[in-house]
């Protein structure tokens, strides 16, 4: 059984920051990519960005390049996004997902950016 358990979501202003965390137990993650994803109000669940496990090698969506960090801490299985320059079209709950499949997601965090 795997989990995926997030958390650092919060309220924060315009141009703020904040770190998510994601802790995934229940399985060795050493060969599998983590990511994150995010869905705000009324739209689809998007990709934000992803690392690979092995390599550390990591991509980010377009809109969040320069502003958000993938990193991850090795022999934790826990992976972090930091979020700097933090804009109001970046309010949306953040999942974490192992593999990058639709199978192993968290239970999500909401992160609201006041404008």
């Known amino acids: 059984q795997v989990q995926l358990v997030e958390s650092g979501g919060g309220l924060v202003q315009a141009g703020g920051s904040l770190r998510l965390s994601c802790a995934a137990s229940?399985?060795?993650?050493?060969?599998?990519?983590m990511a994150w994803f995010r869905q705000a109000p009324g739209k689809e669940r998007e990709f934000v960005a992803s690392i690979s496990w092995s390599w550390g090698a990591t991509s980010y969506a377009d809109s969040v390049k320069g502003r958000f960090t993938i990193s991850r801490a090795d022999g934790k299985n826990t992976v972090y996004l930091q979020m700097n320059g933090l804009k109001p079209e970046d309010t949306a709950v953040y999942y974490c997902?192992?593999?990058?499949?639709?199978?192993?997601w968290g239970q999500g965090t909401q992160v609201t950016v006041s404008s």
């Open positions: 997902n192992l593999g990058l499949g639709n199978r192993y």
């Open positions: 229940g399985r060795t993650v050493s060969s599998s990519p």
